[in-house]
T-cell receptor, first 110, second 111 residues
Framework: GQQVMQIPQYQHVQEGEDFTTYCNSS?????IQWYKQRPGGHPVFLIQ???SGEVKKQKRLTFQFGEAKKNSSLHITATQTTDVGTYFC??????????WGAGTKLIIKP | EAQVTQNPRYLITVTGKKLTVTCSQN?????MSWYRQDPGLGLRQIYY???????DKGDVPEGYKVSRKEKRNFPLILESPSPNQTSLYFC??????????FGSGTRLTVV
């Protein structure tokens, strides 16, 4: 079945540094969604990308969907403590069920 | 306010004692799902529903039951809980056009 591989599993950054997480698939994806889960919280939907080569921005967050629709990335510029959490990608499968990446945990170094 | 409401938030129970975790959404969403989240294992889907009276198994359905008698409610039933069902559970809903809205979670401990 369809799988989405997400890397890295963890990323430690100094506050102010950039952060990027990647999702890759061996098959063409119809869409990609991104979620953020704060420590102790629940996943919160950030954005959905559906078009080849699509790039969307939300303040310091930039989301990209690859030209072949097999990969996607989330980039955060100048991380802040409020960015701490786990970022998940997911793609909609049959019956609109999501297939999830394993998540990337963003950790801010003290 | 548009939301998914799960109850209870925390539950400690004993092995074999039937329990129900309720989930209700006020957004008229067709799609609803139940997930469990365990350290290192990410989000794993238990059951999902595409509409009233339409449900199907996810990746880890063993030991769980669901029902969708009304559009807004999607309860998760553990007929005979076991310690390996100790986990953090999330209910989520969507209209099928965008992302899923998640409930705040239910932390279940089975002793």
């Amino acid at each position: 079945g369809q799988q989405v591989m997400q890397i890295p599993q963890y990323q430690h950054v100094q506050e102010g540094e950039d952060f990027t997480t990647y999702c890759n698939s061996s098959t063409t994806l119809s869409n990609i969604q991104w979620y953020k889960q704060r420590p102790g919280g629940h996943p919160v939907f950030l954005i959905q990308l559906v078009k080849s080569g699509e790039v969307k921005k939300q303040k310091r967050l930039t989301f990209q969907f690859g030209e072949a629709k097999k990969n996607s990335s989330l980039h955060i510029t100048a991380t802040q403590t409020t960015d701490v959490g786990t970022y998940f990608c997911a793609t909609g499968g049959s019956n609109y069920q999501l297939i999830w990446g394993a998540g990337t945990k963003l950790i801010i170094k003290p | 306010e548009a939301q998914v409401t799960q109850n209870p938030r925390y539950l400690i129970t004993v092995t074999g004692k039937k329990l129900t975790v309720t989930c209700s959404q006020n957004m008229n969403h067709e799609y609803m799902s139940w997930y469990r989240q365990d350290p290192g294992l990410g989000l794993r889907q238990i059951y999902y529903s595409m509409n009233v009276e339409v449900t199907d198994k996810g990746d880890v359905p063993e030991g769980y039951k669901v029902s969708r008698k009304e559009k807004r409610n999607f309860p998760l039933i553990l007929e005979s809980p076991s310690p390996n069902q100790t986990s953090l559970y999330f209910c989520a809903s969507s209209n099928g056009l965008g992302g899923y809205t998640f409930g705040s979670g239910t932390r279940l401990t089975v002793v």
